[in-house]
């Protein structure tokens, strides 16, 4: 599988080092935030690919960070995978209107977060060659349009 950049952002410093050993042991480069604030912050800088975000964080939340950042990201779809020990409808409903693309329940299970990673990705893919064959495609217009 593909491997990809990865934004997690959790408040709770041993989910952070838990799902930055799992990750990068699969081969991701991943980076972390403490808050939904620096998760925003962070974003801007390093373009991660995808986001597994806490929910109830100090400072911003979960769903307004995602808010926030999609925003942002105009240009390509970016898959916000929600973390949450609150497991209510909700929260549940609360994370998809805000922009999120899959839910998980902690505690994390380690081989359903790779699944929905590994499936993630297989989409971020099929994105990144229609974003290629569009540009590929503008260029042949933009040659044509010169030749005439």
Do not use: C
């Amino acid at each position: 599988m593909e491997k990809i950049r990865i934004l997690a952002v959790d408040d709770t410093e041993a989910n952070l080092k838990l799902l930055k050993m799992s990750l990068s042991r699969q081969g991701h480069d991943v980076i972390t935030a403490v808050n939904g604030e620096e998760a925003v912050k962070l974003f801007k800088q390093e373009k991660p690919d995808l986001i597994l975000m806490d929910v109830m964080m100090p400072v911003m939340n979960g769903f307004e960070a995602t808010k926030a950042i999609l925003q942002q990201e105009t240009d390509k779809w970016l898959p916000i995978i929600f973390l949450s020990a609150a497991a209510t409808e909700d929260h549940f409903f609360q994370g998809f209107e805000a922009g999120g693309f899959d839910y998980l329940f902690k505690p994390i299970n380690q081989k359903i977060l790779k699944s929905k990673i590994d499936n993630a990705i297989k989409i971020i893919s099929i994105q990144n060659k229609l974003i290629q064959e569009n540009n590929e495609l503008k260029q042949q217009i933009a040659e044509y349009q010169q030749a005439d």
